[in-house]
């Protein structure tokens, strides 16, 4: 990597955050190479942020970057060519060797009891006492169906379900003018532009990232109840991805809508 980028890493993801308000979970992904927890748009919006903070070049981060980008791309179109098959599974019969002990003891006592009938002029006596032993010695086998395994089976495990930690929702996002503005906002999504000139209030999706152009900086804007306060005179442009609000040059806003001024 190069040796602006060797530069980046001396500052640290404490003294970037707060030169940049870019979430220290995001500077961390940036400097480690690991950009699997942010969108195309997002990482070469916050790369240039980075560079005009510090005047740095960071060219060979944004190569390594757009070379991920193209690898999801190129795994993904292959594995729409990948079908998988799976082979049924072979039902087991698993016979218990006591099953096969009562039954030889079964067909002995009838093979027994035919002999004495074909016989019965020879044999003077059978000891029915011995047969009656052997009978009570054969304990009762219960045979589980499939499903009755199955259901037994089941009930033998614990499964333990992970707890699942959720972020904090943000639920809202309002533009609160101190003088009359022009507002130009574009969806990151799907790159819809939409403008209005407005003095009271307004309230955008929390839920999208956007990038807001204004005609002047004196206003508040509120995110989940903390409110950011400016007092620009001049036009002034923001991004808000993933839930943070950052204030841009036109450069940067040109980065994130496609090369367009507006």
Known sequence: ?????????????????????????????????????????????????????????????????????????????????????LAPKRKTNLTPLYIIV????????MFMSMNYDTNKEQVTNIDNSAIESAKNTIEPVVVLSNEENISKKIKEFKVEVPEIIEKEEISSFKIIPKAKVWLGYIDLATYKKHQKTFKDEFDLDPSKDWILAFGHGRLNI????????????????FSYINGELNEINLEEFKTLNKGDRW
């Open 222 to 237: 509120e995110i989940n109840g903390v409110i950011k306060k400016y007092k620009i005179k001049k036009n002034v442009r």
């Open 1 to 85: 990597m190069s040796e602006h980028f060797d530069k980046l890493k001396k500052i640290g993801i404490q003294k970037i955050h707060e030169n940049t308000h870019i979430s220290r979970i995001h500077i961390e992904s940036i400097l480690n190479e690991d950009f699997k927890n942010m969108s195309k748009i997002q990482l070469l919006g916050f790369i240039s942020i980075l560079e005009r903070e510090y005047g740095l070049h960071l060219e060979s981060l944004k190569e390594s970057a757009l070379n991920y980008f193209q690898n999801i791309q190129d795994e993904k179109a292959g594995e729409e060519d990948v079908k998988v098959f």
């Open 102 to 109: 009562v039954f030889l003891i079964f067909i002995s006592i």
